[in-house]
């Protein structure tokens, strides 16, 4: 289990405002950042794509602007996530380039994840981060979410992260051990466990039983949920250990939900399965050719456009023959799509007045029958 960490090739950690902020002064706890930034910097010395999800933002600005009152309403939520943002990007530039590493932040709403658009935007801006070398710093956008809009926690703010940009390992760093059987808290026998394979009633009933820490274990439980579905592995590990993922590999007790598929057969079998199609894609014999071996759909493979569809909606892919090869994600609209079809890559960028990806659907997004 302790392996999980160091062969995943892309991991995304969550860190609870518990852990980051002191809950008496509201002050940033400084030297715990710079643990976790040694262990960050371990995965990327190791060449591992690390993104990080972080609470903290609100807790942080109230305490400067003065919020005081237990519960906040809404627009001092929004107020003090603005004031604390600021603060809590700094630290984390300040500590992640102490260690020789770029930081991004990205502000993120439910919104995000689920519009198709905003959905492949933000997929395309942190992978593109990622090959840049960056670690990415994610946190809800809590200054222009509101109630209908927001997720709540990030717990699942960081499943739908990891669903998104195709993690193989989420880390849920709190104040907790795990999942138990029954409330640690109340049970000093409370049974610990340590692995799921699947989510059952009976797990469902444990969280339900055992809800209690940042976040809440049903919360967490939705996450495990979200990240199975998308062949990640995720953990649940106390995170106050000044170097807790390290503590994780040397072994520390955690549970561990575990998937039995990928990341890329979950995302293939959700666009083969989950996706009507909006429109036709006409390939010519070489693209078949190119499809065949695994490479992407380029625009000078594409001979004839048919329906209406924008970017990011599932299209059907069809052979000179008029059979289907499969389905993908297309990106580009319909009209642009049609003005591009039959160009070299090279040519895009002259032909609709700017640079789109050079991939009408990049291979990722693409299931073949």
């Known amino acids: ?42 995965l990327r010395k190791r060449g591992q794509e690390v993104i990080v999800v972080s609470s903290g933002a609100i807790a942080l600005g109230r305490n400067d602007l003065g919020l005081t009152a237990k519960v906040l309403r809404l627009e001092e939520s929004q107020a003090a996530a603005a004031a604390g943002q600021v603060r809590l990007a700094h630290a984390y530039q300040e500590v992640l380039g102490a260690q020789g590493l770029k930081v991004a932040q990205v502000l993120l709403t439910l919104d995000d994840t689920e519009q198709r658009r905003r959905y492949l935007n933000a997929r395309s801006t942190i992978n593109t981060l990622l090959k840049l070398g960056a670690v990415p710093v994610i946190n809800e956008n809590d200054t222009v979410a509101t109630a209908e809009i927001r997720f709540g926690d990030n717990d699942r703010l960081s499943a739908r992260v990891a669903e998104m940009v195709s993690a193989d390992c989420l880390v849920l760093l709190s104040d907790i051990d795990g999942l138990f059987k029954t409330d640690p808290l109340n049970d000093a026998d409370a049974e610990f466990v340590s692995e799921v394979t699947q989510i059952t009633s009976e ?11 940042s976040g809440g274990m049903v919360t967490k439980l939705a996450a495990a949920r979200i990240a199975l579905g998308a062949g990640c592995h995720m953990a649940i590990a106390n995170g106050h250990p000044m170097r807790p993922l390290k503590a994780i590999e040397d072994g520390a007790r955690c549970t561990w939900f575990v998937s039995t598929a990928t990341p890329r057969s979950a995302r293939k079998k959700w666009i083969a399965g989950a996706l009507t199609p909006h429109g036709e894609i006409t390939v010519d014999a070489g693209a078949v050719d190119a499809l065949a071996a695994g490479k992407s759909l380029l625009p000078a493979g594409v001979t004839a456009i048919k329906g209406t569809f924008e970017r990011g909606d599932a299209v059907t892919i069809v052979g000179p023959d008029g059979k289907a090869l499969g389905r993908g ?10 003005l591009i079809k039959g160009h070299k890559s090279r040519e895009t960028e002259a032909l609709l007045g700017y640079r789109g990806r050079d991939e009408i659907i990049h291979r990722d997004d693409l299931i073949l029958n």
């Not at 940033?28 to 976790?36: M, P, S, T």
């Not at 797990?203 to 820490?213: H, L, V």
């Open 1 to 42: 289990m302790t392996d999980r960490i160091k062969s995943a090739k892309r991991l995304v950690i969550k860190i609870g405002s518990v852990l980051l902020v002191d809950p008496d002064t509201g002050t940033l706890n400084r030297a715990w950042l710079e643990g976790i930034a040694e262990d960050i910097a371990a």
């Open 203 to 213: 797990i469902e009933a444990m969280a339900s039983a055992a809800n209690f820490g």
């Open 329 to 338: 994600l297309i990106a580009y609209g319909a009209s642009d799509a049609e």
